[in-house]
């Protein structure tokens, strides 16, 4: 079945470590996203990217990085410069803007991000 | 910058009872998305609005779309528990990938 499968699903990091979230696709979706979120709130965007090898910045991409040289995969490194890097990641892809459903968002099941 | 706001943030009401989440967005944009959030998951799309006066209906809920008054709704008609969730709204800039969530409204429905 298509979906998208992020890895770990769980991960504890020592202080001062770089970790690198998975993210990978089958759905053929040209956009990919991350977006964070932290308990009891909303998701806020860290880094979108609409075609292989273009992201853009969201609201929150201090801290982090991101890779996309191939259409299936968008990989987020957490690195040490981010300061609370504790919280839910989720990576999302989406459609091309047509159609029925144009641009609508499907999640990955999530990584949890534990800094120790 | 595109802000998206939510009202209420939470809600609490019986079952069989009617209520509107309301969500508010500052900028203009065709697109208008809503979805839902069990505790500890992932997200799960529900409705893709993508014009002015858009309605759509999935069993219990319909959201609409005001695109002039930069609003859109989601009703829920006769609550019941398994709608307890959070849910979302999220709005993307005219012509831009970049979607913005807006902040969650957290429902709980006591039988």
Known sequence: ?116 | ELKVEQNPLFLSMQEGKNYTIYCNYSTTSDRLYWYRQDPGKSLESLFVLLSNGAVKQEGRLMASLDTKARLSTLHITAAVHDLSATYFCAVASSGTYKYIFGTGTRLKVLA
């Open chain 1, 1 to 116: 079945d298509g979906g998208i499968t992020q890895s770990p699903k769980y991960l504890f990091r020592k202080e001062g470590q770089n970790v690198t979230l998975s993210c990978e696709q089958n759905l053929n979706h040209d956009a990919m996203y991350w977006y964070r979120q932290d308990p009891g709130q909303g998701l806020r965007l860290i880094y979108y990217s609409q075609i292989v090898n273009d992201f853009q910045k969201g609201d929150i991409a201090e801290g982090y990085s991101v890779s996309r040289e191939k259409k299936e995969s968008f990989p987020l490194t957490v690195t040490s410069a981010q300061k609370n890097p504790t919280a839910f990641y989720l990576c999302a892809s989406s459609k091309n803007l047509a159609g029925e459903r144009s641009g609508e968002l499907f999640f990955g099941e999530g990584s949890r991000l534990t800094v120790l």
